[in-house]
Nanobody
Framework: VQLQASGGGLVQPGGSLRLSCAVS????????MGWYRQAPGKKRELVAR???????TYADSVKGRFTISRDNAKNTVYLQMNSLKPEDTAVYYC???????????????WGQGTLVTVSS
């Protein structure tokens, strides 16, 4: 199982970016998918998460600016980031709670991280 994140880059304050993360490989099911971020010198923190049925949770710092969504047919999760601020600068990681086989437990898999820099 692999998670491949894309969409990071440099953007000016107030701008927008859309991150994508696709799950590939053999697995039975994907449950919760999410995005986390880690700024230099800080701990990794939850940005947003979404259940298979579409229930979402957001960090207070991004509510109203970021939107998480997923396409279950494509095994992909997205993060639309609007009104970006310099404090949003971080490496963004996607995660997915995956059951590799019908008889196995659920494990959390991580993408490789994509850098988002918000600066003028």
């Amino acid at each position: 199982v692999q998670l491949q994140a894309s969409g990071g880059g440099l953007v000016q304050p107030g701008g927008s970016l859309r991150l994508s993360c696709a799950v590939s490989g053999r697995f039975f099911s994907i449950n919760v998918m999410g995005w986390y971020r880690q700024a230099p010198g800080k701990k990794r923190e939850l940005v947003a998460r979404i259940t298979r049925s579409g229930t979402t949770t957001y960090a207070d710092s991004v509510k109203g600016r970021f939107t998480i969504s997923r396409d279950n047919a494509k095994n992909t999760v997205y993060l639309q980031m609007n009104s970006l601020k310099p404090e949003d600068t971080a490496v963004y990681y996607c995660s997915a709670d995956i059951r590799p086989a019908i008889t196995s437990s659920e494990y959390t898999y991580w993408g490789q991280g994509t850098l988002v820099t918000v600066s003028s």
